[in-house]
């Protein structure tokens, strides 16, 4: 009898496992520096809150007030050595911004961070607090300061300060890389989504002015200035605050046909602010505000430029 065994048959493939592209293409991406536009997304709604550690900040200093989103930074008084101080974050600012008026340079001994961000200070501080930047890739970048409110002269040193600045960036730098940015969504007829450069034009401040200045734009819109410091200028600035109140300095008065404060000064500035409405679940009665800051360095009556700015721009805002 003839058997016939009858062995399995397998096949062998030779060759690599077919990658992952999703995950190689993820990798990649964790590799290339980071620019503000990508790590944000639209910088006009960005909630800077989300990117302050606030559990974080609460282990290291005795936060008086918890943090308080506006439309361009987010805000948090803490305390440092026994003297309140007002912790800022925010917003998103270009190269000739940051530059301005001292350069900056990458902190020695900072926190290595992903995607190739850095953290930069100004050659030297001013006011008596310290300023730091997140600098990413396309040389946008976030700003971050501390200032403290001293009554008694004694003032907190920049190496007590600027610590939790960089602390605070190193949080938001995470934040970002990660993807986890927050937004506001802003209600109708809100200033958020307003362009404070385009709601008066160059030549209308410049008649107000008596000189002709290009609006200085910024990436999130929601101020402008036209001059700068150390010469004329005027600025326009929007945001969420309390209201101002008559025992802060301000006076009442009608501006534009809105009900506005000013702040009149003897020297070469002036300042009038007025509100629009609300702001969605404010929890101390936080409103829409529009402000107008002008200086006048080379003479002139700073609250007359700002009375003619505001009687042209608040007719403008909102309903």
């Given amino acids: 009898m003839l058997v016939t065994l009858l062995g399995g048959c397998t096949s062998v493939l030779i060759g690599k496992p077919s990658p992952d592209r999703a995950e190689l293409a993820r990798i990649e991406d964790?590799?290339?520096?980071?620019?503000?536009?990508?790590?944000?997304?639209?910088?006009?709604?960005?909630?800077?809150?989300?990117?302050?550690?606030a559990t974080a900040l609460g282990r290291t200093n005795d936060v008086v007030e918890q943090p308080r989103v506006s439309l361009d930074n987010c805000i948090a008084r803490v305390k440092v050595d026994g003297q309140e101080a007002d912790l800022w974050?925010?917003?998103?600012?270009?190269?000739?911004?940051?530059?301005?008026?001292?350069?900056?340079?990458?902190?020695?001994?900072?926190?290595?961070?992903?995607r190739r961000l850095t953290i930069e200070k100004p050659s030297s501080d001013y006011d008596g607090g310290c300023y730091r930047y997140l600098v990413f890739a396309d040389e946008l970048s976030l700003q971050g300061s501390i200032n403290t409110f001293s009554t008694t002269g004694s003032d907190v040193s920049s190496e007590?300060?600027?610590?939790?600045?960089?602390?605070?960036?190193?949080q938001a730098a995470t934040v970002v890389v990660e993807k986890r940015v927050g937004h506001l969504d802003f209600p109708a007829g809100s200033l958020g989504t307003v362009d404070a450069c385009g709601i008066v034009s160059d030549a209308e401040i410049g008649a107000h002015l008596g000189t002709f200045e290009t609006a200085r734009k910024t990436p999130t819109k929601h101020s402008c200035r036209w001059g700068r410091s150390?010469?004329?200028?005027?600025?326009?600035?929007?945001?969420?605050?309390?209201?101002?109140?008559?025992?802060?300095?301000?006076?009442?008065?009608?501006?534009?046909?809105?009900?506005?404060m000013v702040w009149t000064s003897t020297g070469s500035?002036?300042?009038g602010q007025t509100t629009l409405k609300p702001w969605p679940g404010a929890k101390n009665g936080e409103v829409e505000t529009v402000s107008v800051f002008v200086t006048t360095d080379s003479g002139g009556d700073p609250c007359g430029v700002m009375r003619n700015v505001a009687n042209t721009v608040f007719p403008r805002l909102p309903a």
Avoid: H, M, W
């Fill in 89 to 114: 974050l925010g917003g998103v600012i270009d190269e000739q911004a940051r530059n301005e008026y001292t350069f900056t340079t990458e902190v020695v001994g900072g926190p290595e961070l992903k």
């Fill in 160 to 170: 007590r300060l600027c610590p939790i600045v960089e602390d605070v960036l190193e």
């Fill in 30 to 53: 964790e590799r290339l520096p980071l620019n503000a536009a990508t790590a944000f997304g639209d910088l006009t709604t960005v909630d800077y809150c989300s990117l302050l550690d």
């Fill in 269 to 271: 500035y002036c300042s």
């Fill in 230 to 260: 150390g010469g004329d200028y005027v600025s326009l600035y929007f945001s969420i605050d309390k209201p101002i109140t008559t025992d802060a300095g301000y006076l009442p008065e009608t501006l534009g046909g809105r009900q506005a």
